[in-house]
């Protein structure tokens, strides 16, 4: 609204809202800031910072296994794609039974459009499911085509 040649409707709209204090703030900035602000309220009174002093020099790796890996219950497959001029990229995050998380992320190398960047990111959502042998998912994404027609629909 700073052009010196501005339309009719524009130089309306000017000159209505210059009684207000009205103040431009690019999209961007306000999500930034609205991101940081919902972190800082809600920041850990007891955290501690990380331990990474190792106890045992030999020791290289500890892991538990269940021998019952929960069968009947699902896991959760959160997906979504972004497609801009900048580039492509993909996101997965497998959600476990008990609450853990596994993030998946990829940059696809390819032109490609919104609805073929969902189905990527589900493939590869489904791939990692598969990879870790998970009997019982549910698949959540934003994506209204690719839900359908997982569906069947």
């Known amino acids: 609204m700073e052009s010196i040649a501005l339309n009719g409707r524009m130089a309306r709209w000017q000159i209505l809202l210059s009684e207000f204090d009205i103040v431009y703030v690019n999209q961007k900035a306000v999500k930034g800031s609205a991101i940081a602000d919902f972190l800082a309220s809600r920041a850990l009174e007891d955290y501690e910072p990380l331990n990474f002093d190792f106890p ?17 219950h699902p896991w959760n497959l959160n997906f979504d794609g972004a497609s801009n001029a900048v580039g492509n990229g993909i996101r997965a995050v497998l959600v476990s039974p008990n609450g853990d998380h596994y993030p998946i992320t990829s940059k696809l190398d390819f032109d490609c459009t919104n609805n073929i960047v969902e189905y990527e990111a589900c493939i590869m959502g489904i791939r990692a499911a598969i990879e870790r042998k998970i009997k019982v998912l549910e698949v959540y994404g934003d994506s209204a085509l690719v839900i359908y027609q997982l569906k069947g629909e």
Not at 58 to 72: C, F, H, K, R
């Open 56 to 72: 045992n020099e030999y020791l290289m790796y500890i892991a538990t296994t269940e021998e019952d890996p929960q069968e009947g």
